[in-house]
């Protein structure tokens, strides 16, 4: 047998494997194959890559970055679905050491056996953006990739200042990426069928914009900015600063209107507040 999963054999390997999807996993399977396919062409996916998988599931994903990369890592929680996957692979024709399955939790993982270069992913709703801010920060030959995550989840990751829904996501992404959208996905093509919409987010990563040093406290900018978006700058920093005046002047020495909120500001502005703090 080759080819991918079809939605009749994905039923029959849960039950085989008594696995009922999770809320708790954010686990809705992919039993489209075509899907599968676009979302690997989207990731520009090629033979010389080394894909790697977050949160395979059954496999669906797996076996159309098969089809493609010169090897795909998965990183798959639950054991009864890691430990199948291989076999999965091997009846559709692929080459077992293709495919490197690890059974542990992603936000967890420090280091892979091989250097990943695409990220693909059907992140779990609950905890996609925390799972792709960190393996953008851990492995830093991931070069691009495509995530499908919630469609206001993606809204949020994509979305520019000033925008309703422009928060710390979008910048801390940034920090590593350009993201953009790659479309979105039907609801039927999940099973189970979930009450949400999903869409597809495509990065590029870019070069580092400063250090690991810098990194944090900018992300700590970032998180006190956004932890009540209504405020003023001044009054959302004044406990980094030690006050509402003396944040208020360092905004202003860091070329910034302490007026303005932080939904109205880019990663730049973000950075340029960091580097007159750390002064």
């Known amino acids: ?135 953008l920060e851990k492995f830093p030959t991931l070069t691009g990739g495509v995530v499908m995550v919630q469609s206001e989840v993606a809204d949020r990751l994509i979305a520019k200042p000033g925008s309703k829904v422009y928060g710390s996501p979008s910048v801390k992404a940034n920090w590593w990426a350009d993201l953009t959208s790659a479309g979105s996905v039907g609801r039927s093509i999940f099973w189970p069928v979930p009450n949400v919409d999903s869409s597809l987010v495509k990065f590029i990563r870019h070069k580092a914009v400063g250090d690991e040093p810098l990194r944090k406290k900018t992300f700590a900018i970032i998180d006190a900015a956004f932890a009540q978006r209504r405020k003023m700058l001044r009054a959302a920093l004044s406990d980094l600063c030690g006050g509402s005046a003396a944040a208020s002047e360092l905004i202003t020495a860091a070329g910034i209107d302490p007026t303005v909120r932080g939904e109205a500001l880019e990663l730049t502005d973000f950075i340029k507040i960091a580097i007159t703090l750390s002064k």
């Open 1 to 135: 047998m080759s080819g991918l999963l079809g939605a009749a054999e994905i039923r029959e390997i849960a039950e085989r494997l008594d696995v009922r999807p999770t809320k708790k996993l954010g686990q809705n399977f992919v039993v489209d194959a075509n899907t599968c396919r676009r979302i690997v062409k989207a990731a520009d996916l090629t033979d010389q890559d080394v894909a790697l998988e977050i949160g395979p599931g059954l496999g669906s994903l797996t076996l159309a970055m098969l089809e493609v990369a010169k090897s795909v890592v998965a990183i798959e929680i639950d054991n009864r679905l890691a430990g199948e996957l291989s076999n999965t692979a091997v009846r559709h024709g692929f080459d077992a050491n293709k495919l490197t399955v690890i059974t542990q939790d992603a936000m967890n993982i420090e280091t892979l056996p091989i250097d990943p270069t695409v990220l693909i992913a059907n992140l779990p709703y609950n905890v996609s953006v925390p799972v792709l801010l960190r393996f």
